[in-house]
């Protein structure tokens, strides 16, 4: 049972790995630019989870880890930042590739603000709750920088691939919130978050996968990004 949350970040990351190298994906050639996002977004998950641990908004329960710690955290609580993130931009990746345009500017603008309402109103309801005033107002300001300073047109995408991602997301959050296993590998606070669940996953977590994921998209594309931009610069200047 202690390995129960290294198997879930394991069986988690192994078949995006394992793909990665299909010469039709070529996932491995993005690494450059993934592996610095998935660094900068880790460490700013890890530190707020850190902080939260030690609030005692969130914890750990020792039956289900092997009890190797990075300051205050399970080490798989570490590895759960680069797992999640790398089958996810993985799978973001892979149906990009395929996936035909989405809506417009003016239906990404729309679905964006009402999320962003959506998430000021209840982050402001439940302002006294750690976890959701956290959660709600941090991603929507990472949604209001993504849409009007940055100026992404993948914003639809996203939202409709992380719909999808969303189903293996409740099979593994499931698993660590206690769904089909005897006790919950991650425990929250009822004090600290709205206490609604969808079945044993508070629905915060749908929220805060959201934004990880999109902070770690938005780096990781920026980086791939510039890398084109340099490769062409440096193709121009050898034509010339």
């Known amino acids: 049972m202690q390995y129960t949350y290294l198997l879930v970040n394991f069986f988690t990351i192994i078949i995006p790995f394992l793909f990665s190298f299909h010469p039709r994906l070529k996932f491995h050639k993005t690494w450059c630019a993934f592996f610095p996002a998935v660094f900068l977004t880790g460490l700013v998950f890890v530190l707020w989870d850190m902080l939260f641990t030690?609030?005692?908004?969130?914890?750990?329960?020792?039956?289900?880890?092997?009890?190797?710690?990075i300051g205050n955290l399970p080490l798989e609580e570490v590895l759960f930042f680069f797992c999640i993130p790398y089958a996810c931009v993985f799978t973001f990746h892979c149906l990009d590739l395929f996936m035909n345009e989405i809506g417009g500017s003016k239906m990404q603008k729309i679905i964006t603000?009402?999320?962003?309402?959506?998430?000021?109103?209840?982050?402001?309801?439940?302002?006294?709750?750690?976890?959701?005033?956290?959660?709600?107002f941090s991603f929507a300001l990472l949604l209001l920088y993504a849409q009007f300073i940055l100026k992404i047109n993948w914003l639809t995408r996203f939202y409709v691939i992380y719909a999808v991602l969303l189903i293996p997301f409740f099979f593994v959050n499931g698993i660590l919130t206690g769904s089909w296993i005897e006790e919950q590998v991650v425990w929250y606070n009822p004090e600290e978050f709205m206490n609604f669940r969808i079945g044993t996953i508070p629905v915060?977590?749908?929220?805060?996968?959201?934004?990880?994921?999109?902070?770690?998209?938005?780096?990781?594309?920026?980086?791939?990004?510039?890398?084109?931009?340099?490769?062409?610069?440096?193709?121009k200047t050898t034509a010339l």
Do not use: P
């Open 204 to 235: 915060e977590d749908a929220f805060y996968g959201a934004e990880l994921i999109l902070m770690n998209l938005l780096i990781y594309k920026y980086l791939l990004n510039r890398k084109k931009a340099v490769a062409a610069a440096n193709l």
């Open 113 to 136: 603000l009402f999320l962003v309402a959506f998430l000021l109103i209840f982050g402001t309801i439940h302002f006294s709750k750690s976890y959701t005033a956290t959660t709600f």
């Open 54 to 69: 030690k609030m005692g908004v969130w914890g750990f329960n020792d039956r289900y880890l092997t009890g190797i710690e």
